[in-house]
């Protein structure tokens, strides 16, 4: 089994930052990559931002380009997601994911999901 536990949510003004955590074990522990996405109330889910576990390499949507930055900490099997400038439309619901084989922006290619965490920014 794989489990990955979110923290770090919360309200904030807008320009605010925030930062995120995904403790990853069990079998998440060996995905190749993990990645960070949103749900806001009546969308789908899209992509944020990912990271391959060995090598840090990142990719990110260009709706977050340049305010966030997604890092891991590999002693720790955790991954981090620092929002920086955050807008009212950043408010959602954050998830982070584990992806086995890819480096993908594709939800369906993430086979573990965190439970989520609310981030809300106010105006």
């Known amino acids: 089994q794989g489990q990955l536990v979110e923290s770090g949510g919360g309200l904030v003004q807008a320009g605010g930052s925030l930062r995120l955590s995904c403790a990853a074990s069990g079998r998440t522990i060996s995905s190749y990559a993990m990645g960070w996405f949103r749900q806001a109330p009546g969308k789908e889910r899209e992509f944020v931002a990912a990271?391959?576990?060995?090598?840090?390499?990142?990719d990110y949507a260009d709706s977050v380009k340049g305010r966030f930055t997604i890092s891991r900490d590999v002693s720790k099997n955790t991954v981090y997601l620092q929002m920086n400038t955050l807008k009212p439309e950043d408010t959602a619901v954050y998830y982070c994911a584990a992806d086995t084989s890819r480096f993908s922006r594709a939800t369906d290619s993430y086979r573990y999901w965190g439970q989520g965490t609310q981030v809300t920014v106010s105006s």
């Open positions: 990271i391959v576990w060995s090598v840090g390499t990142r």
